[in-house]
């Protein structure tokens, strides 16, 4: 079985309570201590590298990001899905290129720029170009940003189940609701075929609660950047 299809097995017949857990790597050391503690896959968070990067999130160069993909999956040597935002503006048969040239066998891709919404329509079309170009060498997570303006979550449900029936008929083959509170999950996963993505906080419950839940598969986005960060913080304090 080679690496995609391994990378999509583990989103499929999971039990309940059981979602799949992805750390997000920064970079080629933090890949390496998540497959030394266990991990079968890993999943890039966009911020996260663009914080190893020195870049704000959103600001990274294209290239920069596919290298540093590159670098991550070299040092990992388990499946790795990159987070590339809403594509860095590249047509979708150059996105799918570049991103396999880096050895991922997964993306995300989300569904607004610069904070606004695309149309779901022409976002599902451009979804179903990445889709034939990728062919089955390249796992879609289709991300949802209804959640991400903060307002009442009953409409953030509804347009994220409407949006995901779009993506999934265009051939993604996971949705991503981000930042779906933990509530939202049975109503999302009720109206949401397939894998389902949440995204989780070291902080916050379990993955066992999130899988009750619904959510398929979890991750953390630059969570674990953060928190490593926040580590290394306390070591310098306490060498001065």
């Given at each position: 079985?080679?690496?995609?299809?391994?990378?999509?097995?583990?989103?499929?017949?999971?039990?309940?309570?059981?979602?799949?857990?992805?750390?997000?790597?920064?970079?080629?050391v933090s890949a390496r201590v998540f497959v030394d503690a266990g991990f079968p896959a890993l999943a890039t968070p966009s911020a996260g590298v663009a914080a190893s990067l020195g870049y704000e999130d959103g600001a990274t160069p294209a290239g920069e990001l596919f290298a540093a993909v590159a670098r991550i999956v070299r040092s990992a040597g388990v499946p790795v899905s990159a987070d590339v935002e809403d594509g860095y503006g590249l047509a979708p048969r150059e996105l799918v290129e570049r991103l396999l040239e880096t050895g991922a066998v997964g993306c995300n891709l989300e569904d607004s720029h610069k904070g606004v919404l695309k149309d779901p329509s022409a976002h599902a079309d451009w979804l179903a170009e990445v889709r034939a170009a990728a062919g089955e060498d390249?796992?879609?997570n289709a991300r949802v940003d209804t959640f991400l303006a903060g307002g009442a979550v009953r409409p953030a449900v509804e347009q994220a189940v409407e949006r995901a029936a779009?993506?999934?008929?265009?051939?993604?083959?996971?949705v991503y609701p981000i930042r779906a509170p933990l509530d939202a999950l049975p109503s999302l996963r009720a109206g949401i075929p397939g894998p389902l993505n949440a995204?989780?906080?070291?902080?916050?419950?379990?993955?066992?609660?999130?899988?009750?839940?619904?959510?398929?598969r979890l991750t953390y986005g630059p969570g674990l950047q953060r928190a490593a960060a926040a580590a290394l913080g306390k070591a310098a304090a306490a060498l001065r």
């Open positions: 079985m080679n690496a995609f299809a391994s990378f999509r097995a583990l989103h499929h017949d999971r039990p309940a309570g059981d979602p799949l857990v992805l750390p997000g790597p920064w970079d080629a390249l796992f879609v779009l993506y999934v008929a265009a051939g993604a083959d996971c995204l989780a906080t070291t902080d916050g419950p379990r993955p066992e609660e999130w899988g009750e839940r619904g959510a398929t």
